[in-house]
């Protein structure tokens, strides 16, 4: 079964320090995975796809298909970076498979 | 900047009592999808439609769901016959072309 896992609920670091988000998955098929990020009293938003390969707001994610692994990655945390991070696998259709969440806290 | 909404922002029924939670999805979006967050739990998909029907459902979206867009702008989910366990956060959300799914704010729902 498709399952995203997320095993840190939160994640606390100092303005400056790097940032590793942990995500693992688990999907027979091709995966496509994403980052979602929730602000405070903010709706869910689009942060990463895998695909693009972009980086946004200083993050990155790299799918790495061996270790089933899509961790999401800043050299150098900011305190507007607090949040709660969702990875997200997309399944065979177009929904959503949702990890449980890791709460970021950068504090100066 | 286009938003999917969402009305009540919290709703408190009995149990037993029917709902329907509301969503205005984006104008020229045309996947829809409702999910739904239990305190402390993860964000689950329950449903989504297209092009007037289900496309695809969970095993959460029993009989006791359903879904209509009853004009051409609403997206409404309907709850039959509330439990407390449904008690939960519900968000909407609509995709265009690409792949990016537009998360409403979220109808907190409080069974009593």
């Known amino acids: 079964a498709q399952r995203v896992t997320q095993p840190e609920k939160l994640l606390s670091v100092f303005k400056g320090a790097p940032v590793e988000l942990k995500c693992n998955y688990s999907y027979s098929g091709s995966p496509e995975l994403f980052w979602y990020v929730q602000y405070s009293r903010q709706r869910l938003q689009l942060l990463l796809r895998?695909?693009s390969r972009e980086s946004i707001k200083g993050f990155t994610a790299d799918l790495n298909k061996g270790e089933t692994s899509f961790h999401l990655k800043k050299p150098f945390a900011q305190e507007e970076d607090s949040a709660m991070y969702y990875c997200?696998?997309?399944?065979?259709?177009?929904?959503?498979?949702f990890g449980k969440g890791t709460t970021l806290s950068v504090s100066s | 900047e286009p938003e999917v909404t969402q009305t009540p922002s919290h709703q408190v029924t009995q149990m037993g009592q029917e709902v329907i939670l509301r969503c205005v999805p984006i104008?020229?979006?045309?996947?829809f999808y409702w999910y739904r967050q239990i305190l402390g739990q993860k964000v689950e998909f329950l449903v989504s439609f297209y092009n007037n029907e289900i496309s695809e459902k969970s095993e959460i979206f029993d009989d006791q769901f359903s879904v209509e867009r009853p004009d051409g702008s609403n997206f409404t989910l309907k709850i039959r016959s509330t439990k407390l366990e449904d008690s939960a956060m519900y968000f909407c959300?609509?995709?265009?072309?690409?792949?990016?799914?537009?998360f409403g704010p979220g109808t907190r729902l409080t069974v009593t």
């Open positions: 104008s020229n979006h045309l996947y």
């Open positions: 997200a696998l997309r399944q065979a259709g177009t929904a959503l498979i």
């Open positions: 895998h695909i």
């Open positions: 959300a609509s995709r265009g072309p690409s792949y990016e799914q537009y």
